[in-house]
Each structure stands twice: as structure tokens, then as C-alpha cells.
């Protein structure tokens, strides 16, 4: 990283001057370092005096914040009162039903804590959220509506639901000859991506599942082995649909239509 991002260069300068922060930018616009570096500025500075709690919509992603406050701020020590409150993907967070939970939340910490936002969409709950847990917040938004990359290719295929399981396995299948390295492929309910794994492994089909019915640990392996190029193809549900850091990804497969992404 050269130059801050947009949403760096805009959101970083309020945070460090004590506002509460509400930022929306597109995955993989260098959000987590808009929140992270000056956290862990403030930590440099006093570094006995402050604790970051951040609040993540899935397990996976909070373990990827993790490591990403530990590769930028390796020499520091976390320690006592909470200073900064972030919510990333926030708008998520809602979706996932914890809004009662986080009132409880909010209701526990200082009243003269820090407030950072950062979501990739706008949405109702997340203005209520916002005017229940920030102080007259900087508001940034990075676009207007959604836009696609130029060089994405959408492709949709109309074929009968009883044959739907035979159309995938012939794509995979094809993998290697339209030169694509790994596939992604959304279920939009445990049970079909389950089952959808099972038929690949009768198949000799090389595949991780990732749901919300798995272990942390199997979880954390089906992530791992994908980023490593272990295995080829990612079965998963809505827990891998947004923020986690997934270097190369040729193809993604909507097994389902989706609802929100």
C-alpha cells in the first residue's frame, strides 16, 4: 500500500481527531485499515491506556481482523478500558438479528467512547443504529448505489431445478480447460450446501464447505485450505458473502438466486 484509499484518506483524519465515524465503501476499498491505523496510532502514543472492541457479522471475519491488527500494530499490547467501539460490516451485523444484543452492549460501555461504523451499504437499521450509538457522526460514502467492476462477466443460466445439480458438476468440471484456478459456490441454506459437498466428495471432487453449522475449527480450515489453493472449489453459505480477504477467485457460483449480494 502506497497512497490511503478514498475512504482512508477521507475517514482517517476525522477518526484521529476524536469524531465518531460512519464510512460506506465497497469490499475491498481498504476499509480495516481505515479503522485500524489510527487505532493503533492511539496506542503507539498510550499504550496502557487503550482498547479497540470491534464487532464483526461472522466468526471468519472477525479471526481475519484479528490477524490484520496483528500484522500492523505486531510490537503493541492491548490492554484496559474501552476507548473505540467498530462495527465493520455493521449493516451485516443487523441482517445477522444482534441488534438487541448490541443495545445491551452499548448500554455497558463509556459514554465517552469513540464510534466507528464501516459497512458496505446503507440501509435503515444501520441509520438507527448510528444515531443510537455515535455522538453527530462524520458521515463518508465512497459511491452512490452499487456498481460491478468493469472486467466482471455476468453470466445467468435457465435450466430445470432437477437438472440444476448436473449443470454445476459439468462447469467444475470444465474448470481446468476454461483456465479458472478456484470457484466459489453460494447455497443459500446450510442444508444444500451440505449436501452439495457431499455430492462432490462421492464425485472424487476436491471441495471445503463453509456454513454455520460446522465447528469454528472446521470452519477456519475450510478458509484456510481455500486461500492456500489446497482446494480448488468453496462451498459456502451467506457467512462467506462479503469482507473476508480471499486473494484470487476465478469464478463464483450462485447455486441460488441471491437476496441481499
Known amino acids: 500500500m502506497r497512497e490511503p484509499t478514498p475512504v482512508q484518506s477521507h475517514c482517517i483524519p476525522k477518526i484521529l481527531a476524536g469524531r465518531d465515524v460512519l464510512g460506506i465503501a465497497q469490499t475491498g476499498s481498504g476499509k480495516t485499515a481505515a479503522f485500524a491505523l489510527p487505532i493503533l496510532n492511539r496506542l503507539a502514543e498510550d499504550p496502557y491506556g487503550v482498547f479497540s472492541l470491534v464487532i464483526t457479522p461472522t466468526r471468519e471475519l472477525a479471526f481475519q481482523l484479528a490477524e490484520q491488527f496483528r500484522a500492523l500494530g505486531s510490537c503493541l499490547h492491548l490492554r484496559c478500558s474501552v476507548v473505540f467501539l467498530v462495527l465493520d460490516e455493521a449493516d451485516r451485523v443487523l441482517d445477522a438479528g444482534f441488534e438487541e444484543e448490541l443495545r445491551v452492549v452499548f448500554q455497558c460501555l463509556p459514554k465517552n467512547r469513540q464510534t466507528l461504523l464501516f459497512s458496505a451499504t446503507?440501509?435503515?437499521?444501520?441509520?438507527?443504529?448510528?444515531?443510537?450509538?455515535?455522538?453527530?457522526?462524520?458521515?463518508?460514502?465512497?459511491?452512490?448505489?452499487?456498481?460491478?467492476?468493469?472486467?466482471?462477466?455476468?453470466?445467468?443460466?435457465?435450466?430445470?431445478?432437477?437438472?440444476?445439480?448436473?449443470?454445476?458438476?459439468?462447469?467444475?468440471?470444465?474448470?481446468?480447460?476454461?483456465?479458472?484456478?478456484?470457484?466459489?459456490?453460494?447455497?443459500?441454506?446450510?442444508?444444500?450446501?451440505?449436501?452439495?459437498?457431499?455430492?462432490?466428495?462421492?464425485?472424487?471432487?476436491?471441495?471445503?464447505?463453509?456454513?454455520?453449522?460446522?465447528?469454528?475449527?472446521?470452519?477456519?480450515?475450510?478458509?484456510?485450505?481455500?486461500?492456500?489453493?489446497?482446494?480448488?472449489?468453496?462451498?459456502?453459505?451467506?457467512?462467506?458473502?462479503?469482507?473476508?480477504?480471499?486473494?484470487?477467485?476465478?469464478?463464483?457460483?450462485n447455486y441460488d438466486l441471491p437476496r441481499f449480494y
Open 122 to 253: 446503507m440501509t435503515s437499521e444501520l441509520q438507527t443504529l448510528l444515531e443510537l450509538s455515535a455522538n453527530k457522526a462524520y458521515f463518508y460514502e465512497a459511491y452512490e448505489g452499487f456498481r460491478t467492476v468493469e472486467t466482471l462477466k455476468q453470466q445467468y443460466v435457465f435450466i430445470p431445478k432437477t437438472v440444476k445439480d448436473a449443470y454445476l458438476v459439468h462447469i467444475l468440471s470444465k474448470m481446468e480447460d476454461m483456465n479458472i484456478r478456484s470457484a466459489m459456490i453460494f447455497a443459500s441454506r446450510c442444508r444444500d450446501c451440505h449436501l452439495l459437498s457431499l455430492l462432490l466428495e462421492e464425485l472424487e471432487v476436491e471441495a471445503a464447505a463453509l456454513h454455520s453449522l460446522k465447528s469454528q475449527a472446521l470452519r477456519l480450515s475450510a478458509v484456510q485450505h481455500f486461500k492456500s489453493g489446497r482446494v480448488s472449489i468453496l462451498l459456502a453459505t451467506d457467512v462467506a458473502s462479503r469482507g473476508l480477504d480471499i486473494p484470487t477467485v476465478d469464478l463464483v457460483i
